[in-house]
């Protein structure tokens, strides 16, 4: 998607809105000439770009009431937006809008090492976290591969997860209380210090909101102690089929791993001659279960997985017999996105979801569905909780790879909702996704959906054109589907 060059109603609303902008705000905090504005126009999500009319960067929660009021009269909508490493287009700008980065939001407020909770500002790293408690003998457990970077309130707004998430639940699991500040410039705090806050659970409303809510500024996140020990077994199989099937074996075994993560054969070799993380290459798939704990019951636990693995038919297993081969094991997967960047110009990360029993036959699937569209598909995914992420390779700069290449997308998550699955798992929807939203739930589930954002945000200026596609849209996608070989529809006026 390209900028649009600014017309004279977007820079006349710019000046108004710099003018209001100055009067509750630093001069350094406030960014709207177009080389200041630049390193904005993007998430993670590339394909998609837009200038933001204003970037403005709050140093506390009074100065972000301040900007919301501002745009509540001046009726801009906002872009909240973290580190910017979404993969979904969720801080995406828009052309008239403002984008509010929490950057300078980046203080650890209190560690109540007793309770095991950290309080935090939104724009605090989410390893940052661990990092602070470490002495404790303490760490945050919800691990984005991105964790070096991206942002607590990002993470709250994405509802991530992570490769620990399957034994310790994602961010909604791991978030007590959340302080929020609502379009009107109100704050409000959903959640408590304890397990339960009276009133309506709201907190769970608003984890996975995408920004459409109100705007994170201040985060209590539980802490778990350290395991004494973690080993990590790597676990090669002849086919993804087998592997696959391998997955539900561990699970109906009775054993929640620490992760249970897996590879196909291209992402292993992907990734091999970048991090030499000691993969076997030739396998079609390889698996990583950990297990941590004491080292009694990580012993016990590793031997009754590899018993498993082996009856599901593993052609080989090793074990890691030092934590810096625990973390080398592990080196590859956490690394199996740059590595995509070094084989292909350009690549697309799917996030869906599926019962992982039918792990295999989505596997099949998207390998018939890579000779359909010409393309290359790498997969690597927290198998445990059947959430894939297909990477599908292509390059831009070739005439309608881009286009296919998304159409692929498109086809992989029909049919992880064909199975019983959702077109998300932790990447979240935003402008990505959006129309695969029509194809998982009913206009009236919508509506609902709908119905929630304007309890929170009744003009709708939070995030607009994100996360929900109105009745307009869906009719249009039903109109003009990707399956038929057409094109991706042109934007539609948000609601
Ligand atoms: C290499 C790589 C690996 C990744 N691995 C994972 C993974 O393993 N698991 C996973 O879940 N994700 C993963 N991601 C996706 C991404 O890192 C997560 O979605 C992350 O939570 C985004 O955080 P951020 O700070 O970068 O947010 P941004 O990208 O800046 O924003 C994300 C969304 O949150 C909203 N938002 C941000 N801050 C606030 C706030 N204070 N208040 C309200 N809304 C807000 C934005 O509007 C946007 O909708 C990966 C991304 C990359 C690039």
């Keep these: 998607m390209q900028q649009t060059e600014q017309g004279p109603i977007i820079r006349q609303r710019q000046r108004e809105l710099v003018q209001a902008l100055h009067q509750v705000l630093p001069k350094h905090s406030i960014l709207y000439h177009e080389e200041d504005t630049r390193p904005y126009e993007c998430d993670g999500l590339t394909a998609y770009r837009q200038l ?41 700008p828009i052309a008239d809008g403002l984008v509010l980065s929490t950057a300078k939001l980046n203080r650890i407020v209190r560690i109540d090492a007793l309770a095991r909770t950290a309080r935090v500002q939104p724009g605090v790293r989410n390893l940052a976290i661990s990092e602070a408690v470490a002495g404790h003998g303490l760490y945050y457990a919800p691990d984005p591969s991105s964790q070096i970077a991206c942002t607590i309130g990002g993470n709250v707004a994405e509802n991530s997860g992570g ?34 806050a009276p009133g309506l659970e709201l907190l769970s409303v608003f984890v996975g909101s995408e920004g459409m809510l109100g705007i994170v500024t201040e985060v209590t996140v539980k802490l ?19 592997g696959g099937n391998a997955v539900a074996e561990v699970i109906a075994a009775g054993i929640i791993p620490a992760g249970l993560e897996m590879m196909d054969k291209t992402s292993s070799r992907m990734v091999e001659p970048f991090v030499h993380a000691g993969y076997d290459t030739d396998a079609e798939a390889i698996l990583l279960c950990e297990s941590d704990g004491t080292a009694a019951e990580v012993e016990e636990e590793i031997a009754r997985m590899t018993a498993v693995l082996q009856q599901a038919g593993a052609s080989a297993i090793a074990v890691s017999q030092s934590e810096a081969e625990r973390l080398r094991f592990w080196s590859g997967r956490k690394n199996a996105f740059p590595a995509a960047g070094r084989i292909s110009p350009d690549y697309y990360c799917m996030d869906g979801t599926i019962p992982r ?24 995914f927290h198998a445990g909780d059947g959430n894939l992420h297909p990477l599908i390779m292509f390059d831009a ?48 589930e919508l509506n609902a959906f709908f119905a929630v954002k304007k309890a929170f ?39």
């Design 397 to 444: 700069n070739q005439e309608g790879e881009f286009l296919r290449a998304e159409a692929f997308g498109a086809e992989i998550l029909e049919l992880c909702v064909a199975v019983g699955g959702t077109i998300t798992g932790e990447h979240g929807v935003g402008i990505e996704k959006i129309n695969s939203m029509c194809v998982q739930f009913t206009q009236t």
């Design 224 to 242: 778990v102690p350290k395991p004494q020990v973690a080993k990590v077994i790597m676990a090669s199989f002849n086919d993804v089929v087998t």
């Design 52 to 92: 933001p009319m204003v970037v403005c960067l709050p140093e506390d929660e009074a100065q972000v009431q301040a900007v919301l009021r501002i745009c509540s009269r001046l009726q801009i909508p906002i872009v909240p937006r973290g580190a910017g490493t979404g993969l979904s287009g969720g801080a995406t």
């Design 457 to 495: 945000d009744t003009a709708g200026l939070l995030n607009p054109d994100k996360a929900i596609p109105t009745l307009h849209r869906c009719a249009e996608y039903g109109r003009m589907h990707v399956r038929n070989g057409q094109l991706k529809f042109p934007d539609l006026p948000r609601f």
């Design 357 to 380: 029993k039918r792990l295999a036959e989505v596997l099949t699937g998207i390998a018939v569905m890579e000779q359909k569209y010409g393309l290359r598909c790498a997969n690597v």
């Design 163 to 196: 490769v620990h998430c399957l034994k310790y639940g994602l961010t909604v699991h791991n978030v007590l209380r959340v302080r929020v500040v609502l379009m009107d410039g109100e704050v409000v705090e959903l959640g408590s210090d304890a397990l339960d």
